[in-house]
């Protein structure tokens, strides 16, 4: 599979309602790319600092992942803080340190330029477009994006949706870049920025993907036990983009299935912290749970 990923790799210190984890493993593209992992090479870019510990550099690529796209730089890794509200669905973002990924300069390796399938995962539109430009002849690429920088970068963030094939969003972000309360009618408003795909996240409440060709409504996988919901939007791309890129196919019914392969990678990522227990899993794990969610949304 052709697939490559841009985004951040971090330390993240997380409160949630019953516990609490400093400097834990986390990072849009880090998650993205451990949920991908299952279903073929994804190729890892960002940056971390000489502060990285070695071994988890090690445990990406004993995953299978390229990280050759893996800059180490000076200084101190990106880090990120928050805190969840016993509903799980409300995140406060106590802190974020850019450090390294300030001066980020993406370089992309020849494998990487070479890639079909693209994620831009969460970081600043400037990072994500520089990232995308050196892409030689992508056939198909998801954005997304955050809060913060629809709050501070939206001109930026508009000019890279127009270059995008699809982007996903939660849906504070969907109300918030467009000013919707409904969330049909905000994707059908982003759909007008340029892309042709939008898959809006809705947390424990599921989610849908809206273009011209097709329409898909899923709820999520009823996890019984929630742990830390960190991450869950990158690991539900990570799953929907992995498959698509191992299936080489954006016909309506690969991206069906994918949403239910993203569906099932965001479950098993809030079960732990970090990615204890996405990092464990293995493709007979995600197949049989897949199986289960076709099940018990059957008639
Ligand atoms: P998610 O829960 O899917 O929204 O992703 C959470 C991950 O995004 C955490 O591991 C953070 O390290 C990372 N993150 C938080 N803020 C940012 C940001 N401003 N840019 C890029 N990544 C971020």
Redesign the pocket.
Not at 229 to 234: K, N, R, V
């Given at each position: 599979m052709s697939l490559v990923v841009i985004?951040?790799l971090?330390y993240?210190s997380i409160e949630t309602p019953y516990d609490r984890r400093a400097d834990a493993l986390?990072?849009?593209a880090l998650?993205f790319s451990v949920a991908a992992a299952n279903f073929g090479v994804v190729r890892l870019v960002g940056v971390v600092g000489d502060d990285f510990k070695t071994p988890d550099l090690e445990g990406l690529a004993n995953r299978g992942i390229d990280i050759r796209g893996v800059e180490i730089a000076n200084g101190k890794t990106?880090r990120?803080s928050g805190r969840y509200e016993a509903d799980w669905n409300t995140r406060h973002?106590l802190d974020?340190q850019l450090n390294v990924f300030e001066h980020f300069d993406p370089k992309l390796t020849p494998a990487c330029r070479d890639a079909s399938f693209v994620f831009l995962a969460?970081?600043e539109p400037r990072v994500q477009m520089k990232a995308l430009g050196q892409v030689q002849n992508p056939s198909f690429v998801v954005a997304d994006t955050?809060n913060?920088w629809i709050d501070i970068r939206k001109d930026d963030l508009l000019e890279l949706l127009a270059r995008v094939d699809g982007v996903v969003l939660n849906d504070e972000e969907a109300r918030m870049l467009t000013g919707e309360k409904n969330l049909i009618r905000a994707a059908r408003k982003v759909l007008t920025f340029g892309p042709r795909y939008v898959i809006l996240k809705k947390g424990e409440h599921g989610a849908f993907l809206i273009g011209e060709d097709a329409h898909f409504s899923l709820p999520a996988y009823p996890v019984d036990q929630v742990v830390d919901?960190?991450?869950?939007?990158?690991c539900f791309a990570g799953g929907f983009m992995g498959y698509v890129a191992s299936a080489q196919s954006i016909e309506p019914r690969t991206l069906r299935r994918a949403m239910l392969y993203g569906t099932v990678t965001a479950s098993f990522c809030v079960q732990g912290f970090s990615i204890e227990d996405i990092g464990k899993r293995t493709r007979s794990d995600v197949e049989s749970r897949f199986n289960e969610l076709l099940d018990i949304t059957s008639v």
């Open positions: 985004g951040t971090a993240d986390g990072g849009s998650y990106f990120w973002t974020t969460n970081a955050m913060l919901p960190t991450g869950a939007g990158d």
